[in-house]
Nanobody, 126 residues
Framework: VQLQASGGGSVQAGDSLSLSCAAS????????MAWFRQTPGNEREFVAG????????HYIDSVKGRFTISRDNDKKMMYLQMNSLKPEDTAIYYC????????????????????WGQGTLVTVSS
């Protein structure tokens, strides 16, 4: 499975942005998926994850209520709607997938995921 993240850009604090992750090369119906982010000098951080069916999602505390993860298995797409963006959300955002039926709350480290997109930069200015 190949993943391609897109939708990043430069916005002002309080604005919204929607990221997309397109999968190709195989089905994602049985894959848990997630968004991670990384800033210079820091490790890649889990942001949000979603179960294979889309029925369960998990977020880090700092984005709860502001970000929403979703997926469309038929279109082989995953999304991250980011509202009320803050400067601290500035990072390169990566999408990831793993062929597991586990709940996303159990899959929160980079080692849990097999497939990665190339990343898309989100810059939020104050």
């Amino acid at each position: 499975v190949q993943l391609q993240a897109s939708g990043g850009g430069s916005v002002q604090a309080g604005d919204s942005l929607s990221l997309s992750c397109a999968a190709s090369g195989g089905t994602i119906h049985t894959y848990a998926m997630a968004w991670f982010r990384q800033t210079p000098g820091n490790e890649r951080e889990f942001v949000a994850g979603i179960s294979w069916s889309g029925g369960t999602s998990h977020y880090i505390d700092s984005v709860k209520g502001r970000f929403t993860i979703s997926r469309d298995n038929d279109k082989k797409m995953m999304y991250l709607q980011m509202n009320s963006l803050k400067p601290e959300d500035t990072a390169i955002y990566y999408c990831a997938a793993v062929g597991m039926l586990s709940l996303p709350s159990f899959l929160t480290t980079t080692e849990d995921y097999t497939y990665w997109g190339q990343g898309t930069l989100v810059t939020v200015s104050s």
